[in-house]
Structures are given as C-alpha cells and as structure tokens.
Antibody, heavy 120, light 107 residues
Framework: QVHLVQSGVEVKKPGASVKVSCKAS????????VSWVRQAPGQGLEWMGW????????DYAQTFQGRVSMTTDTSTSTAYMELRSLRSDDTAVYYC?????????????WGQGTLVTVSS | DIQMTQSPSSLSASVGDRVTIACQAS??????LNWYQQKPGKAPKLLIY???NLETGVPSRFSGSGSGTDFSFTISSLQPEDIATYYC?????????FGGGTTVEIK
C-alpha cells in the first residue's frame, strides 16, 4: 500500500520560510511525480505545483512563482516544498499527493497534511 | 487557467436519497476530470478518475459522468458515512484546478 508521510506542524513568523517534507514508500518514487496542494482554514483546495520524482521537471502555479521551490531526494524517496516570505494568508494545511510522471493526472494517494501557521 | 464551477455549494438530503453534484469547466477538458471526497480533518480521497472510472475499493453507489465541459457526480443512495465535501478537479493541463466544493449533509 502506497504511503506518503509528511513532516509535522510548523509555526512561523511573517517573512520566514517553511520547508515541508513528504516521504513516500511502497512504490517506485521516480516513476511518479508529487503535487502539492494547500487548504486554508474553511476553504477549498488550491494546487501549488508539482515535481517529477527524479526532480528534473517542475511546474508552479503562477500565484506562488518566485516564492516556492519543490525538490526531491531520490535516495530517501522524499519530496520537499519550501515556501518563502510567509504571510498570514499562507496559514493552511499543506498536502503532498502522488501524481503521474507528467504532472497531469489524478492525485491518487495523499499525505496526511501539514499545518503551517503564520503568526507574529 | 481553466476554471471549475461546482454546484450546489451545499446540499442536505435524507439517507437513501439520490444526490447529484454538477461541475462545469470553462473550456473543453475531454474526460480529464476527477472527483474527491474530503471528510473533516482528513486528506482528500480519490473516488472517480477520468470522469467515470471508479477508483479501486470505492463503493459502487458513487458514479461520475460527462465529457467536454459538463460533468456530474452521483451518490445513488446516500449513506451516513458519505457526509463530506466533494471536489471536482481537472487535469487537462497545468495548473490543475479544483471546483469550489460541495458539502453534503444529512437532513
């Protein structure tokens, strides 16, 4: 059974950065990509971008261009999402999800989510 | 970017009722449409992919249909455990976008 396990709760001050990890298991990591989706409190789902498992391809939503970086570590089958210059409206649960190697497909397995709170 | 419009935003129905949710894309997305269920405090779960294919292990009371710009999602007989928010999502290109969600409650 595929598993995606994310890092724990983060509390950050405005202007800081956060890096969330997503460790995959029980599938060939480089045969798929990882998408990142966030959900602000009481709101819907917002796609942030995706990265191929080998880290060679990325695509970020325009909303996050210049503030987000997605990377992978194939030796540990782990994906990372770093968001910089945090603002209060970045407070959200951040999810990783498995996606096809092209980045366009269903998101068939999801991590448990990581709550990031941005507050002074 | 392709916009996904879901309706209604919420609904209340009785156990055993047939429930239908609509999702409209701002342009032709062929059948590149998925449906997810999200229960409070949990990650979304894929129910339907490619507009009408049931994900493995998902009960057969869930179904999806449509192509092009107009899609629908149906629960044939609503059960108490189906209380959740449902989202459509296209994958015709990036950025992937989601509908605004439909919250289903028991009357």
């Amino acid at each position: 059974q595929v598993h995606l396990v994310q890092s724990g709760v983060e509390v950050k001050k405005p202007g800081a950065s956060v890096k969330v990890s997503c460790k995959a298991s029980d599938y060939t990591f480089t045969n798929y990509g990882v998408s990142w989706v966030r959900q602000a409190p009481g709101q819907g789902l917002e796609w942030m971008g995706w990265i191929s498992g080998d880290g060679g391809d990325t695509d970020y939503a325009q909303t996050f261009q210049g503030r987000v970086s997605m990377t992978t570590d194939t030796s540990t089958s782990t994906a990372y999402m770093e968001l910089r210059s945090l603002r209060s409206d970045d407070t959200a649960v951040y999810y990783c999800a498995r996606v096809s190697v092209t980045g366009t497909s269903a998101l068939d397995y999801w991590g448990q989510g990581t709550l990031v709170t941005v507050s002074s | 970017d392709i916009q996904m419009t879901q309706s209604p935003s919420s609904l209340s129905a009785s156990v055993g009722d047939r429930v239908t949710i609509a999702c409209q894309a701002s342009q032709d997305i062929r059948n590149y449409l998925n449906w997810y269920q999200q229960k409070p405090g949990k990650a979304p779960k894929l129910l339907i992919y490619d507009a009408s294919n049931l994900e493995t292990g998902v009960p057969s009371r869930f179904s999806g249909s449509g192509s092009g710009t107009d899609f629908s999602f149906t629960i044939s007989s609503l059960q108490p455990e189906d209380i959740a928010t449902y989202y459509c999502q296209h994958y015709d290109n990036v950025p992937l976008t989601f509908g605004g969600g439909t919250t289903v409650e028991i009357k």
